[in-house]
């Protein structure tokens, strides 16, 4: 048996799984929040392959687009991760939907301005809005992040 050369490992490039297929060029589009039932797509435009990410927030949606190609046999580990510093609380779709839900809410008609005990209501609003969620009423809404993608030698056919 051959003996392993550590050093000639440590300095080889590394290699992309025998199916993978290598990113050479790629492009990531920040759709931002949509409705799920009016997206209009997203293509490939001069690249091989496109994805869409869906999720919560930037990370998420950009997460998930990096798993739809890597399960699709791309190599994924070169694209860099361009949403590391985002404030993805700030772009919460989940967030922003609860704080429109509460702007709209009538207080007297759920009861919740009867409730004196300051933490007593806001467990109260989380229960409700927790059952508003359950009846799916929020769920069309995400944060959408393309990702497109070529290999070496893709002509852009």
């Known amino acids: 048996m051959p003996e392993f050369d550590i050093d000639a490992a440590l300095h080889e490039p590394p290699q992309p799984p025998p199916d993978g297929k290598v990113v050479d060029q790629y492009d990531v589009i920040d759709i931002g929040i949509e409705n799920g039932q009016y997206f209009r797509g997203f293509g490939r435009g001069r690249y091989e392959e496109s994805f869409v990410g869906t999720g919560d927030n930037p990370s998420e949606a ?69 059952e508003e969620c359950d009846r799916g009423d929020h769920n069309d809404i995400a944060y959408y992040v393309g990702l497109r993608v070529s290999s070496p030698g893709w002509d852009g056919d």
């Not at 704080?99 to 301005?113: I, K, M, P, S």
């Open 62 to 130: 950009f997460q998930d687009a990096l798993e739809q190609a890597a399960a699709e046999g791309w190599n994924v580990d070169n694209v860099e991760t361009i949403y590391a510093n985002v404030n993805n609380e700030e772009w919460s779709v989940s967030r922003r939907n609860r704080a429109e839900w509460e702007a709209h809410l009538d207080l007297e008609a759920t009861g919740l301005a009867d409730i004196a005990d300051e933490e007593e209501r806001k467990e109260e609003m989380d229960a409700l809005w927790q």
